[in-house]
């Protein structure tokens, strides 16, 4: 496994671990050890308008074993998940490892080219995993056309120092023209600000104190925090995409979460699929892989698996997208949805299927269950 970075310690922008994910790691006998990670756990998730607050979805209402959803830095589940994989003597991390080409061997990719430790290296392999995310360099030297939906949104993500006395639970403050998303982390708020695309690059050109004045207005509780935000060097523009590669594969090559799919930030979504994407891949391909038979039919089969569910979780970003964000970065909407269908939502089926599509998803996969590719 080659990794670009020296370490984990970077402000990923997913770090929300869904109901679906906690299962695998049940699945795998390792639960107890994952959740003894620090993070904060929300049985729902919640929004604070100018008008009150408003409960988005509610996870208690499912019959699942784990009606939650955990807010965990990315740096906390990549440690953890690359912890378990030391344990098997084949599994081995190169850190500081960037990806520079293909290898080839007529139509087939044979493996990587990489540099390290200022050298240039080559590693072969039987399957390359292109798991490198929304910029995905493997992608690009692959070839994978990319069919992009766009985004209309962006965000600003920082720190901010956490009181005792502030509330006690992530959440979203929606106010029209504004939103704001706050994830606890115990000793501070991870934030993110949300605002339309084709303005971000605008706001590192103006005075940081224009962000500070908003926030002070969001949250009043803040009482002058946002000082702590000293220069735009405080903080981070995250580039917000959907797009979806057509085919997922070359012959030797799979791309598999950001680099097959980029997941907008709608719903946190994102870390869910791609984890689901590799359960899915270890099922189909281990078998073949350890008979030495590994077929271009077999990476086929886990887009054919994975693609139904991709589609449509995109497809209720972009509704959610343009039906209610565009409108509240316009300031067109206070943030709620309308009457009808906040009612229709509070009847029990409607209430369940809400929820259960953010915690667990369209297609769910489970750990260590074979399926065979004939």
Known sequence: MLEKHLD?????????????TIQIMDDLGVVDDFLSRPHQRETGNRAVTD??????????????????IAYMPQWELLDYVTSQARKYDTFRLLMGAEVTGLLRDGDRVAGLRYRHDGAEHEVRA?????????????????????????????????????????PDRSFARLSPGQMLALIHRDSYWQTAYVVPK??????????????????????????????????WD???????????????????????????????????????????DAVAAANILVGPLRRGRLR?????????????????TQRLQRTI??????PLLAGKTGGRPPKLLRALFRIGPFQRAKARLIAVGFRPERANRLTPVP
């Open 296 to 312: 271009t039919r077999h990476l086929a089969a886990v887009q054919r698996r994975r693609l139904p569910a991709t589609v449509l």
């Open 126 to 166: 039987a399957l390359t995993v292109a798991a490198d995310g929304r910029h995905s360099r493997v992608r690009v030297a692959a070839g994978l056309e990319v069919r992009s939906f766009g985004a209309p949104m962006d965000l600003l993500w920082f720190r901010l120092s956490r009181k005792p006395s502030d």
């Open 198 to 231: 084709e303005a971000a690059g605008d706001w590192f050109r103006t005075d940081i104190k224009a962000l500070r004045e908003r926030l002070e207005r969001l949250l009043p509780w803040l009482d002058g925090r946002s000082a702590e935000l000293d220069s």
């Open 51 to 68: 008008d009150g607050e408003m409960l988005l979805a509610d996870y208690g209402v499912l019959n699942i074993k784990y009606p939650f």
């Open 321 to 326: 997208q343009n039906r209610f964000l565009v």
């Open 234 to 276: 405080d903080v981070s523009r995250l580039d917000v995409r959907l797009d979806r590669v057509r085919r997922w594969y070359r012959p030797g090559l799979l791309a598999i979460g950001d680099a097959a799919h980029a997941m907008s930030v709608v719903g946190g979504v994102g870390v869910n699929l791609a984890v689901q």
């Open 8 to 20: 984990f310690r970077h402000d990923f922008r997913g770090d929300t671990i869904h109901s679906s």
